[in-house]
């Protein structure tokens, strides 16, 4: 496999390549087409009567050739959106190797400041999310969005997860070619949560046999009748089945009215999820029994979608007002339209939901590949089955944290206790530490590599109190809201579901006895249920828990380090309880006190 940054580079190098010879053989189209049509007004302009024949000729040969062009013109066109799109994917990618932010949305609406998602920076600027996100759809943001508010939790569908990761990380021109397809078609064009409405509602057209011959009937009569007209000047039979036709439209006029509001201009999604199925479906799945199911459920899903993408295109013409009046008088488009996406929806309203669904999960795949492929340091961790919960980790630092900036540690919980109090001074790396590893578990039950030279563990919930706000309009003090935090945890350790609690300085809104009793006691409360947890505080008191409960507390810390007059910080984990005080040496650095 490449490596990411000559890779990025190469393609980047070709596309732009690419693109300029494509941009040069339009402006070379648009000669062309210019010169036709300059040549049909002279034609025309100096028509010789003695020789009609050539002129007619040349006229043909010309207005050909002008066609042709269009038509060539569509066609590079449709490249060159493709290039750019492509050009766009690889410098992205270089730029986020490079410490920059990434092009695509944030998940900034998914934020949720009572969970794990606030305190652990999952959604937002800068995020977990936006560091992963190379969807193009709705449905695989919300995929994305869904996988990493609930990630997996069961051994064989993580591992499942990291054979599929594998299998498409190893293809990246595949990968690129899929983002490239589905960004093609802008956001704003909407989502296809109107189609599926549209897939619950019942038929009224094609499900009626009596309605069916009716209209071929009442077609043929008009087609009929034109004749007539045309051969005999009678217009009164041809009248008649005008009315008719606009008696037995208007009939349906409700049912026509809504269906097309549920179906109305959803062509470029629907491409779009075509398209993006079409390479999905030339990808090497060997290797993953989660990608060749997904093959094999969107196998037929290409044409089909295309197909309802055609008829959805057939049924917006009736905005077409001429359209309209003429083709319902005489064809009965509207009713004829129906029909077909009634039948249609016969056919694949069972599939349709599942292939949408699929698209959600190969572009979540293709967001965890990517992180794959562009950091190739990390690696995949290991699941552990058994009574015991665990986790052990060398090597580990945070993934948002710029390679070049990344401190390891290792750390293991749950063999030689269940929780770790970690002590340490302001700025020394406590909450980050914590962090580290509620995002690595995140990611590794994701199925996706994480950050660490190597990483096993149990999967577990993720409980977190590590950020508190207070609110006005819930007239929420920040001591009470942090409370409401721990209360949630507890009840949620309470129903004995495996779990990782990190908590970061509780009680800070209270004095310094009543803060030490309520912290030991949390902690006593914890030990009491599957769990393991991450406790960091300033209160260097709750050390002696060790000693009181050996085997189940031990106590780590981050040591600032004072070089003179200079603060210092290695961000290295150390067993023990921190020594050095920091505030006070700040305090006095900057002439507070």
Not at 14 to 23: C, D, N
Not at 565 to 584: K, T, V
């Amino acid at each position: 496999m490449p490596a990411p940054g000559p890779y990025y580079e190469e393609q980047i190098a070709s596309y732009t390549t690419r693109l300029v010879i494509v941009r040069e053989r339009l402006f070379l189209l648009a000669i062309l087409r210019l010169i036709c049509f300059v040549g049909l007004c002279v034609a025309a302009y100096y028509s010789i009567p003695s020789f009609p024949f050539l002129i007619t000729a040349l006229a043909i040969v010309l207005l050909t050739g002008f066609i042709v062009l269009i038509k060539l013109n569509f066609r590079l066109s449709d490249q060159k959106a493709l290039l750019e799109k492509l050009l766009f994917v690889n410098t992205n990618e270089q730029a986020v190797l490079n410490n920059q932010p990434n092009g695509f949305p944030d998940g900034k609406d998914q934020l949720d400041s009572d969970s794990y998602l606030d305190d652990l920076d999952i959604f937002g600027p800068r995020s977990l999310f936006h560091l992963l996100n190379r969807t193009t759809t709705t449905h695989g943001k919300a995929r994305l969005s869904s996988l990493l508010r609930k990630p997996i939790l069961t051994i064989p569908d993580i591992i499942r997860q990291q054979q599929a990761i594998r299998v498409m990380t190893a293809q990246p021109d595949k990968r690129q070619l899929l983002t490239a397809k589905g960004l093609l078609v802008d956001e704003k064009e909407g989502n296809l949560y109107s189609l599926l409405d549209w897939l619950a509602t019942p038929s009224r057209i094609h499900s009626r046999m009596g309605m069916t011959i009716l209209r071929w009937l009442l077609i043929a009569y008009n087609l009929f009748c034109i004749g007539l007209y045309l051969a005999t000047d009678m217009y009164l039979p041809l009248l008649l089945g005008v009315i008719l036709s606009w008696i037995i439209t208007a009939s349906y006029k409700t049912y026509i009215f809504h269906q097309h509001l549920l179906i109305s201009k959803k062509q470029a999604i629907l491409d779009q999820y075509s398209s993006i199925l079409a390479v999905f479906n030339t990808m090497d799945t060997r290797g993953s029994s989660l990608l060749q199911e997904e093959q094999t459920r969107t196998g037929r899903a290409y044409h089909a979608i295309r197909r309802l993408s055609q008829l959805s295109a057939f049924f917006d013409q009736r905005l077409n007002m001429l359209v309209n009046i003429l083709l319902n008088s005489f064809l009965l488009y509207d009713l004829q339209c129906m029909a077909a996406l009634e039948k249609w929806k016969e056919s694949y309203k069972k599939e349709f939901p599942e292939w949408i669904e699929a698209v959600g999960n190969i572009e979540c795949l293709n967001s965890l590949a990517t992180l794959a492929f562009s950091s190739p340091s990390f690696t995949y961790p290991t699941p552990l089955d058994g009574g015991q919960l665990q986790i052990a980790a060398t090597g580990m630092a945070h993934p948002l944290i710029p390679a070049g900036e990344r401190v390891t540690n290792d750390c293991t919980i749950g063999r030689d206790q269940r929780l770790i109090l970690v002590t340490g001074s302001n700025m020394s790396g406590k909450t980050t530490f914590l962090r580290t590893t509620g995002v690595n578990l995140l990611l590794a039950q994701c199925g996706a590599p994480v950050c660490a030279t190597s990483f096993s563990f149990t999967p577990m919930q993720l409980l977190t109190s590590l950020r508190v706000s207070d609110s006005l309009q819930e007239h929420t003090s920040y001591f009470m809201a942090e409370l409401k935090k721990l209360q949630r945890i507890i009840h949620r350790i309470q129903e004995n579901t495996p779990s990782l609690v990190l908590i970061d300085e509780i009680l800070r809104g209270t004095n310094s006895d009543d803060k030490t009793y309520g912290s030991e006691q949390f902690i006593r409360k914890l030990l009491q249920y599957p769990c393991l947890s991450f406790f960091a505080t300033h209160d260097l008191s709750l050390g002696s828990l060790e000693n009181e409960l050996p085997g189940l507390v031990s106590n780590y810390c981050f040591e600032s380090i004072i070089d003179g007059n200079e603060l210092h910080f290695d961000y290295r984990l150390r067993q023990g309880i921190a020594r050095n005080r920091n505030a006070s040496f700040l305090m006095k650095k900057m002439d507070i006190i």
